[in-house]
């Protein structure tokens, strides 16, 4: 149950977004940029952005993003959907492109302290492949989920146990991306 009066029965933070669309609108607008426009010079996929941000997540230990960045994953990546639960597992072991990786590294080290994004492990990114904007984007989706993350789990919102909920809300930010709920 939500530590405040939500007044809605949407889960994660659709509740919150429910309950203060004026701070809700501009956290969604930054959802839809970051895991959907992106960079000018990125080359991350909408898929790869998702994963990123379901990586952060359980980074975090929030199930709530985890599995819904991870079910928009899986639908982003189609019949590669595979790769989502190997980089979940083991992002060291999944078959992942080098570059991914070295993004993983990176989004791992702004997650756990952001002060150990060191010139060498953005180097490493580079040296993958990386462009500017894909590390840029890497740091700012992975510092904008631990925010996210925070936001959910402080407050306590829904999180649902069926695999099926995830699914569907993995398709709707599949294909509308981050919109604004309406309110029932």
Known sequence: MAHIQLNNDAPGIRS????????GKPLYELAQALLRAGSPDS???????????????????????????AAAARYLY???RDLVDQVLADPETAAVSGKLNALLV?????????????????GAA?????TDGDIHDTVL????FCMYNRYVDGLATLTPTDPAAYEAMGERMGTLGYVLPKPH
Request: charge should be negative; charged fraction near 20%; proline fraction near 2%.
């Open 16 to 23: 919150l977004v429910l309950y203060r669309p004026d701070t």
């Open 43 to 69: 080359t991350l996929t909408d898929a790869e952005r998702e994963l990123i941000a379901a990586y952060v997540s359980g980074l975090n230990c929030t199930s709530f993003c985890r599995n819904s960045h």
């Open 78 to 80: 189609g019949q590669e």
């Open 106 to 122: 990176i989004a791992r080290h702004v997650t756990e302290d952001a002060r150990t994004v060191s010139e060498a492990v953005a």
């Open 126 to 130: 580079r040296a993958a492949g990386a």
């Open 141 to 144: 989706i992975a510092a904008s």
